[in-house]
């Protein structure tokens, strides 16, 4: 078993957890009695627990002398159900010694260890174990004496609601907030397997009304109503785990097998991810590609002259959807040009009203550029004549004739984003396995180094040009291990020296956790890591397009401290991309729109000794003339 499963581990700390800001339900493998009395088969669980994926392992404890009549005990006069209960219980009682040594073994691997109490003083030695919440089971949710004795060790209660009626639910909530106790409420039915007809997974919503965390203990044979309870927006899920359905016992039929178990949680995972919030409707990044490329925007339908009004009859709709929204026609209309406007052009904000422009000279301590493309490399390399461009190419500029774009030499620095995507819908992977696609991607790179060479003659002042690489090595459906990364680092070192050309130095860029290919995300597993990074640049002596807001985005998906992250890559840092960040989704953003703190960042750049450049990356910033990177660069002034 790989007990490293999952990317995310975390260790629940109970009486530290903010159940109103989770982005998953806790959740609790029962191993109950399921261990059958052994140590070795507790072990087996606790481990199988940790390798599904689960947050914490629960236990039950009970002290039969306490819990049971002396006539119960010694089966006088008692029910069949009783006497084979306690026969059960007898047959597979573990010591207080043995589950004392099974919380530390759950403590050593990073698992939550709780147990329920069945009686006082069961409740008195899981207090003096350490133990961090108390369960209270469906059985006991009339039992004020345990109840109130538990509520007075001041930890979380964590409390079921099957076998009860509403009445009696309502009276330990009412009796629970009176005494200010932190409390969960799961929902539950209390039947070992208990009949799907008998779920009643919308009672959750009930629950929930009293203003307290709510979740669920499922006991139904497979796991799909627990997803449905999931669904909920629950804070919790509860279900038994099993080593083999088929042992001995009444709760074995009612629990998940391990691989069952993690599909179970690995499907929680899931469902967790795609719920979301229920604020206002925000648009997405890949929707944002996708409107760009799918929408519509305003175009003149014929010539407009400079001062001549819009109007309805020389304006049409057309795709694609990166100029005025459609709905702002009405907006539009009645208002003059600001200059002559060309038939079949796309309207953006400078047509119809003053924007901001670039200042004639910037001031940074580092070599900057500023993204371009042919078609708009004179508009804006003349509005602030930078040192260095950087041209940003699909895979048709690759075919294309450059003096029909190039007429002159220019007075900087050029250096070269290579296209992602090639012909017949080609990601550029150098790290795949398929040596066929492998073969394809170095044939493609090569081209965009015939054409990097080929732009030498209109940028002399370069020396040796950079070419920015995503190098690949993403996947469709999950994450890859060390293992299988080390494997794909192998491949593009192979790839790499294929090529083995010394006209151009490549870059290769760092990476987001899910990067976006046109619309649609994948999973990314190269160039993230920091020490992966270091380790590859110092075996290939190669430097990396560091991009800031990949790197952001990234560490805020594995828990890595960003400041660190920024400071470990200095010395292998060649180039800058620069933009702010948001979430684990949100790149690209304009300065101070995001999560990035700047004023910690950019004097780690300022300072570092190193010959490196950078631009303004901000998304679709070449709009309207480049507006949003004329207003990075003026946020930046000064600060790089």
């Known amino acids: 078993m790989d007990l490293d499963h999952g990317l995310q581990r975390r260790k629940i700390m109970f009486d530290k957890v903010n159940f ?75 010591s207080l010694s043995e589950l004392k040594k099974l919380k530390s073994y759950a403590d050593n691997l990073n698992l939550s260890f709780i147990c329920t109490p069945w009686d006082i003083k069961s409740a008195d030695f899981l207090e003096n174990i350490g133990v961090s919440a108390y369960k209270v ?81 499922g006991h139904e044979r497979g796991f799909l109503p627990t997803l449905a309870a999931v669904s909920k927006n629950i804070a919790l899920v509860e279900r038994h785990i099993t080593l083999n359905k088929a042992m001995e016992g009444p709760d074995h039929l009612a629990s998940l097998e391990i691989e069952e178990f993690k599909v179970l949680v690995d499907n929680i995972s899931i469902i967790s991810a795609s719920l979301g919030k229920s604020s206002s409707r925000e648009i997405t990044q890949g929707e944002l590609i996708n409107r760009e490329n799918l929408s519509k925007s305003i175009y003149t339908k014929k010539y407009i002259k400079k001062g001549q009004f819009f109007n309805i009859n020389n304006l049409e709709i057309k ?81 294309k004739n450059l003096n029909k774009y190039l007429d002159k030499e220019y007075d900087c620095e050029f250096i070269v984003h290579a296209p992602e995507l090639f ?44 070419i920015i690489l995503n190098c690949g090595g993403f996947s469709q459906n999950s994450f890859l291990n060390k293992n299988e990364r080390n494997k794909l680092y192998r491949n593009l070192k192979k790839s790499l020296k294929q090529i083995n050309d010394n006209s151009v130095q490549f870059i290769p860029q760092n990476m987001a956790p899910f990067p976006w290919h046109f619309g649609g995300q994948r999973y990314q ?47 292998h840092t060649a180039h800058y991309h620069i933009a702010d960040a948001s ?11 995001g999560e990035i703190n700047l004023t910690k960042i950019l004097p780690l750049i300022k300072n570092s000794t190193n010959n490196v450049s950078f631009i303004p990356e901000i998304w679709q910033g070449h709009k309207n003339e480049g507006e949003q990177f004329w207003k990075a660069l003026h946020l930046l002034e000064n600060k790089i």
């Not at 509403?166 to 009176?178: G, H, M, P, R």
């Not at 073969?439 to 950079?466: E, W």
């Not at 002596?541 to 200095?570: E, R």
Request: include cysteine.
């Open 20 to 94: 109103n800001n989770i982005n998953k339900p806790i959740i609790i493998a029962e191993i109950g009695m399921n261990h059958n009395g052994s140590v070795k088969n507790a072990k087996k669980l606790i481990r199988g627990a940790k390798y599904a994926g689960a947050d914490c392992v629960k236990f039950q404890l009970r002290d039969l002398k306490s819990l049971y009549s002396d006539d119960a005990l010694h089966f006088k006069n008692a029910d069949l159900g009783v006497e084979y209960q306690i026969n059960l219980l007898k047959k597979f009682k573990l």
């Open 137 to 217: 089971a469906s059985a006991d949710l009339t039992n004020m004496e345990l109840i109130n004795h538990i509520v007075k060790k001041k930890k979380l209660i964590i409390i079921s609601t099957g076998m009860s009626t509403e009445q009696e639910i309502n009276y330990t909530v009412k009796f629970l907030k009176s005494k200010k106790a932190k409390f969960i409420l799961l929902h539950c039915n209390s039947t070992y397997p208990t009949p799907l007809e008998h779920l009643n997974i919308n009672y959750i919503e009930r629950l929930k009304k009293h203003n307290v965390p709510v979740g669920y203990s």
């Open 319 to 399: 795709s694609p959807g990166q100029g005025l929204n459609p709905q702002k026609i009405s907006l539009l209309i009645g208002k003059r040009a600001k200059m002559d406007i060309k038939p079949n052009c796309m309207i953006i904000p400078s047509h119809y009203r003053q924007v901001k422009q670039p200042k004639n000279k910037y001031n940074f301590n580092k070599l900057w550029a500023i993204p371009v493309r042919y078609h708009d490399l004179d508009l804006l390399y003349n509005k602030v004549n930078p040192p260095m461009v950087e041209f940003h190419l699909s895979f048709n500029d690759l075919d």
């Open 423 to 466: 012909k017949n819908d080609h990601l550029l992977d150098l790290c795949t396995d398929d040596l066929k696609y492998r073969q394809l991607s170095i044939k493609n790179l090569l081209k965009v180094v015939k054409l990097t060479n080929s732009l030498r003659k209109y940028f002399p002042l370069t020396t040796m040009p950079k």
């Open 525 to 571: 597993n190269l160039f993230m890591d920091a020490d992966e990074i270091v380790s590859f640049c110092t075996d290939m002596n190669m430097k990396i397009c560091h991009d800031i807001s990949h790197s952001f985005l990234a560490c805020n998906y594995h828990k890595w401290n960003y400041y660190k992250y920024t400071k470990k890559l200095i010395p």
């Open 583 to 593: 979430d684990v989704h949100g790149e690209g953003l304009q300065l101070g729109k």
